[in-house]
């Protein structure tokens, strides 16, 4: 069975499944990039009219629509093809032994700052972005500085600019000694 859930954002939903999505963690794929698409699940759904972004996690998946899209259009379509696909393979969409989708693990830098900074955005940050069906990605840190990139319902979010400061930087700040402030790119 599938349920829907509103996210932050008016222009994403999260689609949770009692099935496992994905044993890779979360992926972000996005229309404008389809050429990269591997999956064929994932081709599928950003083939559908109005999608614009594909966010795969453990147990959802959420999808970015396009500002004039309506979702009345794009809702069933979505949970149809993740019924049928479940019905039809039993198994996760992002497999852990296929190429494409090999995990990612934390970078481990020689940079002790970067290590926290990884540390706190996988425990701390990254489980609560996901609730509203976004990720989080860590960029680079200079001179203070962090800058991630938000993915999946994070991406273009109104209220994203309010979470990266009140939420990601506040808690950086706080465990990370040297971190002045967080930036999207």
Known sequence: MIQIENTPNPNALKFLSENVVSEVGTKEFQKAKMSEVNNNFVKTILN????????LSDNFLSVKKEE????ENIKP???????????????PIL??????????????????I????????????????ARDGGDIEFVSFEK????????GSCSGCPSSMMTLKKGVQNLLKHYVQGVESVEAI
């Open 114 to 129: 970067v290590n926290q900074i990884n540390e706190v955005l996988e425990t701390k940050i990254k489980p609560a972005v």
């Open 144 to 151: 203070g500085v962090v800058k991630v990139k938000l993915k």
């Open 68 to 71: 004039n899209a309506n979702w």
């Open 48 to 55: 559908i009219d109005g999608v614009e972004l594909v966010l």
């Open 95 to 112: 497999i852990k032994d296929t190429i494409e989708n090999k995990k990612l693990e934390i970078k481990k830098s020689s940079n002790e």
């Open 77 to 91: 379509s979505i949970i149809s093809h993740l019924n049928d696909y479940f019905q039809t393979y039993k198994k």
